[in-house]
């Protein structure tokens, strides 16, 4: 195990820093090193494949742990509308896209529904770090971006949960999927009104004893005790990650959390972009180049084009639309997430897991260039509008100059803030934190 661990890090190290100096993602680094030591190189594993996936798969609760770290109510209420017109319109609209591209490859229903999911997600990782690198994270459409990206993390999680029921049972039941709709819906309300009664509150009382030790150690219990709640509740471990990330993000301690997981993070979640990489059969890339650019060009179009339309109906300016749309033209963590679960649950068809790897590999070598093209074909576009159509775009960037002139300062509470400070400083919030301590108390002193 320890040599296993040892050829993953060093080829991941070496791998990662040629991809630096070459100015790509290092994600495509660690793909490649997946390859690299994969079994199809050479004709041989010289990793053991069942410790990389061991690894692998507590790298995505991590990775899913620290994304609902990121998750802020307060700012995603406050994009509402562009977050949840935008997020729908483009979650939808590449679903249909990919379903389409299934049917027309002539994949079953369950197959084809998998590769509708894949499709549908950008990558936070590689959006966040293209939009920096690009110099444009000061940009106003980046809080819509986050914004929608927050939903598309939290539609994708619920995505998966749906799947794995359509996948063991092989069919679609319109009835039987409302029902677990409803389902999760209800237990989600039930973790989150009980996690963010006590937990935050809980922290605040003994945040005086949390050093950064004790505050990881207590993190990563809650978050691997609320993956086992979620498993024996029926759904996925994923989903229980994020939903403790989402619940400490409203902690006092959250940011500092959120920059203690960094580092296990990246360790784990490179040894799970390199199982992926173990997957990848590089003749197989050969045997289906036909379909990794009909998939890349899928991708490209139909995120630019629901990207666009989304957030113009969700209240953005068509620059920033379409600065969002030019910035989510590839498929990243949670495609290579829902293809691991189509193939642990031994549904997705062996050709498919290679195209996805290959197309999101594309797809993110070419964001940075797709992203310096918005500007010259936002301009295109306005010089070559019709008349009402230049007047609309005028008229949107008038009112939302106008609409930020007018926005309240950062600095008051909002009506949502002052409800969750009224919840949690209730009379029995109090005394269930309070019963907590004192018994762990009453544990200490008769353990000594």
């Known amino acids: 195990?320890?040599?296993?661990?040892?050829?993953?890090?060093?080829?991941?190290?070496?791998?990662?820093?040629?991809?630096?100096?070459?100015?790509?993602?290092?994600?495509?680094?660690?793909?490649?090193?997946?390859?690299?030591?994969?079994?199809?190189?050479?004709?041989?594993?010289?990793?053991?494949?069942?410790?990389?996936?061991?690894?692998?798969?507590?790298?995505?609760?991590?990775?899913?742990?620290?994304?609902?770290l990121e998750f802020r109510l307060k700012n995603l209420i406050s994009s509402g509308k562009v977050a949840a017109i935008g997020a729908m319109t483009i979650i939808l609209g590449m679903m249909l896209f990919g379903f389409c591209v299934g049917k027309f490859a002539e994949l079953d229903m369950v197959n084809s529904l998998f590769?509708?999911?894949?499709?549908?997600?950008?990558?936070?990782?590689?959006?966040?770090?293209?939009?920096?690198?690009?110099?444009?994270?000061?940009?106003?459409?980046?809080?819509?971006?986050?914004?929608?990206?927050?939903?598309?993390?939290?539609?994708?999680?619920?995505?998966?949960?749906?799947?794995?029921?359509?996948?063991?049972?092989?069919?679609?039941?319109?009835?039987?999927?409302?029902?677990?709709?409803?389902?999760?819906?209800?237990?989600?309300?039930?973790?989150?009104?009980?996690?963010?009664l006590i937990i935050p509150t809980l922290i605040r009382k003994v945040k005086k004893h949390l050093n950064d030790e004790t505050l990881i150690i207590l993190a990563l219990g809650l978050c691997l005790g609320m993956v086992l709640t979620a498993e024996e509740a029926g759904f996925s471990s994923a989903l229980g990650a994020f939903v403790m990330g989402s619940i400490l993000a409203e902690t006092v301690e959250s940011h500092r959390i959120e920059k203690l997981m960094t580092p296990l993070k990246n360790v784990f979640a490179a040894i799970f972009f390199i199982s992926v990489g173990m997957l990848i059969n590089p003749s197989s890339l050969a045997e289906y180049w036909l379909n990794i650019l009909l998939v890349c060009l899928v991708i490209i179009i139909g995120m630019i084009l629901f990207g666009t339309l989304g957030c113009w109906w969700g209240g953005q300016t068509m620059r920033d639309s379409m600065l969002t749309s030019f910035?989510?033209?590839?498929?990243?963590?949670?495609?290579?997430?829902?293809?691991?679960?189509?193939?642990?649950?031994?549904?997705?068809?062996?050709?498919?897991?290679?195209?996805?790897?290959?197309?999101?590999?594309?797809?993110?070598?070419?964001?940075?260039?797709?992203?310096?093209?918005?500007?010259?074909?936002?301009?295109?576009?306005?010089?070559?509008?019709?008349?009402?159509?230049?007047?609309?775009?005028?008229?949107?960037?008038?009112?939302?100059?106008?609409?930020?002139?007018?926005?309240?300062?950062?600095?008051?509470?909002?009506?949502?803030?002052?409800?969750?400070?009224?919840?949690?400083?209730?009379?029995?919030?109090?005394?269930l934190v309070n019963l907590f301590i004192n018994n762990m108390s009453a544990h200490d002193d008769n353990a000594e």
């Open 327 to 431: 910035s989510f033209v590839q498929i990243g963590e949670f495609s290579f997430i829902i293809a691991s679960l189509g193939t642990s649950l031994g549904v997705l068809d062996a050709a498919i897991y290679p195209i996805i790897v290959a197309s999101s590999v594309v797809t993110t070598f070419l964001t940075p260039y797709i992203m310096k093209a918005t500007l010259p074909c936002y301009k295109f576009l306005y010089n070559h509008a019709s008349e009402s159509l230049r007047a609309k775009i005028d008229r949107r960037e008038q009112q939302v100059a106008e609409a930020e002139a007018a926005a309240p300062s950062d600095d008051t509470n909002s009506l949502a803030d002052r409800a969750r400070h009224a919840v949690r400083n209730t009379y029995i919030t109090k005394r």
């Open 115 to 196: 590769l509708a999911g894949m499709l549908c997600m950008s990558s936070t990782t590689i959006v966040m770090k293209a939009i920096d690198e690009a110099g444009l994270s000061k940009e106003r459409f980046v809080k819509g971006a986050t914004s929608i990206l927050i939903v598309e993390d939290v539609v994708a999680v619920v995505l998966m949960v749906l799947l794995s029921s359509i996948a063991i049972r092989h069919q679609f039941e319109g009835a039987e999927l409302a029902s677990k709709i409803v389902d999760l819906a209800i237990t989600l309300a039930a973790w989150f009104i009980c996690g963010i």
């Open 1 to 68: 195990m320890v040599q296993d661990l040892y050829i993953l890090m060093i080829t991941a190290a070496v791998v990662s820093i040629l991809f630096k100096l070459l100015k790509q993602p290092v994600v495509l680094g660690y793909i490649v090193a997946g390859v690299l030591v994969g079994p199809y190189l050479y004709g041989e594993t010289i990793v053991n494949a069942d410790n990389v996936k061991a690894w692998g798969d507590i790298g995505v609760l991590f990775v899913l742990f620290c994304i609902g």
